[in-house]
């Protein structure tokens, strides 16, 4: 299947330090997405980057993407204790279709 | 803006009852989707719409479940007859054309005893 694997699969560390996330998936995509989710919510959209970018940035997020290892990170820099949940990437299926794959996610638990 | 809505948040039913789970998309959105989210499987897509009609239900598990979206500002989940292994939480979640990002609503977590 397309489903994106991810690792870790949980992550604890103080608040100030930095987290890294990686997805990895299986075929072409046009974009890939992170979305995050607290707990008992739904999730909610923080970055997408198309398949033609490597690298974005959205405040203490960055993202990279390369497409020739199928992978992603998501960094979220000087984390705080309120960026506490589950972290997904999610893939297209690299047609013209609005499916979403979602990965299996990272839980990341921020300790203030 | 309400963001999309799902009622009802909580359902306690036993098995072989039917279960209905409602979703109204965030208004303008053209695209409805349906997940389903447990420990084993992840979140998993079932079924979603364009303009109300069907696109891919290769996600629905089996026939015991139907969705339908009679208009572009309501939609159903039936489960009939339902099954303990159907407890999960239930997502839906719409998107307008133009963009790729998908606003979840809450969620409905659905306990079949």
């Known amino acids: 299947s397309q489903q994106g694997e991810e690792d870790p699969q949980a992550l604890s560390i103080q608040e100030g330090e930095n987290a890294t996330m990686n997805c990895s998936y299986k075929?072409?995509?046009?974009?890939l997405q992170w979305y995050r989710q607290n707990s008992g919510r739904g999730l909610v959209h923080l970055i997408l980057i198309r398949s033609n970018e490597r690298e974005k940035h959205s405040g203490r997020l960055r993202v990279t993407l390369d497409t020739s290892k199928k992978s992603s990170s998501l960094l979220i820099t000087a984390s705080r204790a309120a960026d506490t949940a589950s972290y997904f990437c999610a893939t297209d299926d690299g047609g013209a279709t609005n499916k979403l794959i979602f990965g299996t996610g990272t839980l990341l638990a921020v300790q203030p | 803006d309400a963001g999309v809505i799902q009622s009802p948040r909580h359902e306690v039913t036993e098995m072989g009852q039917e279960v209905t789970l409602r979703c109204k998309p965030i208004s303008g959105h053209n695209s409805l989707f349906w997940y389903r989210q447990t420990m084993m499987r992840g979140l998993e897509l079932l079924i979603y719409f364009n303009n109300n009609v069907p696109i891919d239900d290769s996600g629905m598990p089996e026939d015991r479940f139907s969705a339908k979206m009679p208009n572009a500002s309501f939609s159903t989940l039936k489960i009939q007859p339902s099954e303990p292994r159907d407890s999960a939480v239930y997502f839906c979640?719409?998107?307008?054309?133009?963009?790729?990002?998908?606003?979840f609503g809450p969620g409905t977590r659905l306990t079949v005893l």
């Open positions: 979640a719409s998107k307008s054309g133009e963009d790729n990002e998908q606003f």
């Open positions: 075929t072409s995509i046009n974009n």
